[in-house]
């Protein structure tokens, strides 16, 4: 087969990338890639074109086929160009697995000034997650991890600001992710509420009854 057939395994496209009008260059994105089985068997990974022209790819691998093969992976890189409000088509070719380049570090992340929280007033008491202080104090999910990106996950309840006590219901996630030299860093939170039902009122019957919690 050679380290890189003439024959693309796929492509796709990606809309939006740029929205602003006028050219931007190291454009990042991370998507996730179905592979057909036998595209990319053990010990091949895949490289990206766009235009023919090589693109670095960082492959994290998730999901196999019972031969090996690639079934499932997150795919991210960094366009070096992107007109206008044009869509991006990127070519797939096999490769044998190479060495790659170190990774984007948790280390580089905390030396840089990241910061990140959420803070919620839920009936006249405050509450706050710190992303930082999780990731200095925790040891985080890592949901991928290369060149282009490394993604972190952190989690735990809120606090009250003024008795440093958990919130009984509201916890924190933090997924962050990181591209080389930080350009840029992402962070999505969500508010989880998993012990809802736990809190109860009583109707006239005297039976209990699932209350609305509101925050704002």
């Known amino acids: ?42 010990g091949y990974s895949v490289i990206a074109k766009i235009n023919a ?8 691998i998730k999901n196999q086929y019972d031969d090996g093969s690639l079934k499932y992976a997150v795919l991210s890189g960094k366009v070096p160009q992107v007109y206008g409000e044009t869509d991006t088509v990127i070519t797939l070719y096999r490769t044998q697995v190479s060495e790659s380049s170190a990774p984007v570090t948790l280390d580089q992340l905390l030396g840089s000034t990241f910061s990140a929280e959420v803070i919620i007033n839920d009936g006249g008491s405050i509450y706050e997650a710190d992303a930082r202080d999780m990731l200095i104090n925790q040891v985080p ?76």
Not at 53 to 60: E, G, I, R, T
Not at 169 to 181: G, K
């Open 1 to 42: 087969d050679g380290d890189t057939p003439a024959d693309p395994i796929t492509d796709f496209t990606i809309t939006g990338l740029n929205q602003s009008g006028t050219t931007i260059h190291n454009q990042p994105f991370t998507i996730g890639h179905l592979f057909q089985q036998g595209d990319v068997p053990a």
């Open 53 to 60: 022209f090589p693109l670095p790819l960082q492959v994290d």
């Open 141 to 216: 999910e890592t949901w991928l991890e290369g060149e282009v990106v490394s993604e972190w996950v952190v989690k735990a309840p809120l606090v009250n600001t003024t008795t440093s006590q958990d919130h009984p219901y509201l916890y924190a996630i933090f997924t962050i992710r990181a591209y080389s030299n930080l350009e840029p860093v992402r962070v999505d939170i969500t508010i989880e509420n998993n012990w809802a039902s736990f809190k109860f009122w009583e109707d006239t019957t005297g039976e209990q009854v699932p209350t609305n919690l509101t925050y704002e």
